[in-house]
């Protein structure tokens, strides 16, 4: 957002700045030309005082000389040319001598406008990139009458330089305060949206499983202030509501456990008086053990939930070789191969009992689905500054909606029915990865997820045991199998580096 923002107030700050400055530029010209025309009116009122003695009678060439002289002086000092003409346009005094009135332009227009009796008062603005002059003139007269004119023909090479230097410090000045501008967007951005900025934080917090995450409801507008305040008070009420959702799952699997065990304690005792193989009573032992599995598995995701992270720097292709190796003897059972692949060793960080717990629901899940003669893999690789532990199974797999759903608590696919289970294996794995801060993914087997591996050790896979006839019989069979069966993929991942707070 402050990315979007912030060129917006710039944009806007800047047309500010430019809307005063162009106005001042413009101003600051027309003074520094009004202040030269100033002088030159003043200039040529003094010749035409001069001019009008002369055409007095009597001393006329002692006056015309004296004028002469205050004309090229002024010529000399300043460079300016200067002039006295007569209605006709011929010279009275010049400076330079070969100077006379132009036949077109700027002084055309002003020996026309005192011709008329009146003084030039407003010349054409000459600006800092034109090479132009200006043209002054006033009447000088006689009993009421125009008798001649003084015309001045200023160069502009003083004006427009200090109309330059006016400008460069505008500039100057429109430059520290865009800088000044920036430096307050900044902070402006900075102070609207670093409540945001924590009010997001929370909400991923929230959503992630971190239930106690709170905004600090001080610092930016009022309006955030009030929002960040009701962004509590829901925290609050939904930290309540799901709390008492658990204890009310806890609390209803604990009281249902005894009443269970009781009932299949008679269960028991009442097949004593039946026939050994009556299968109605061994249909009611299995619905029983598998009531009483589910209340089991609602007690522990209850509790996966509610109970906060051990996070520690765990060596996670340890942990997972260790736990591969507890379910090896189920898995020869099965007759299912069970084996380890990739690093030896790749610590992250993880509650090591949380862990182990979601690998054990993880690996029971893979040996379950996969039949007999098929393989379950089990590679732990580092990825950045992630940890994968991937599971990989050669059952039935699942397609693309019920990959959508696998996870969720209670669903089962349609087609796996008939295996043991309560559908919550899953959802516990998920819920203990999730209290410290890794995640789980699933895909198909062949096509696994878009992560990419560093690659095998150079001793490639390695079985739980040290049993190489294990594995190379995996190695020989593998293929063929993979290819018949699609299979599952299912990603554990664990941050490497230590979590805030951990």
Known sequence: MRSRLLPLLLILLAGVLIALGFPLAVSQAAAEQQRVVVDRIDDTARFAALAQFVTETGRQGERLATLQHELDRYHEVYGIRAGVFYRDGAAMAAAPDTWSVPRKGDGRRAFAEALAGRRSHDPRQVWPWQDGRIAVASPVTRDGD??????????TDGMRSSILHRWVVIAAGEGAAMLLAVGAALRLTGWVLRPVRILDRATHEIATGKLNSRVAASGGPPELKSLARSFNDMADHLEEVLEQQRAFVADASHQLRNPLSALLLRIELLALELPEDSAEMASVRAEGKRLARVLDDLLDLALAEHSPADLRLTDVAEQAAERAAGWLPVAESKGVLLRTAGQHAATGWADPVALSSALDAVIDNAVKFTPEGGTVTVRTETDGDRVMIDV?????????????????????????????????????????????????????????????????????????????????AADEGGAAVAAERPGLLVRLSLPRQAPNGA
């Open 146 to 155: 125009v008798a001649a004119v003084v015309l001045t023909d200023s160069p």
């Open 392 to 472: 990989t199974d050669e059952g039935p797999g699942l397609d693309a909606d019920e990959l959508e759903r696998i996870g969720d608590r209670f669903w089962r696919s349609g087609r796996h029915q008939n295996v043991s289970g309560s559908g919550l294996g899953l959802s516990i794995a998920r819920a203990l990865l999730a209290a410290g801060g890794a995640g789980i993914e699933f895909g198909p087997a062949r096509e696994g997820l878009p992560v990419p591996r560093d690659g095998d050790h150079a001793d490639g896979e390695r079985p739980p045991h040290s049993a190489d006839d294990t594995a190379d």
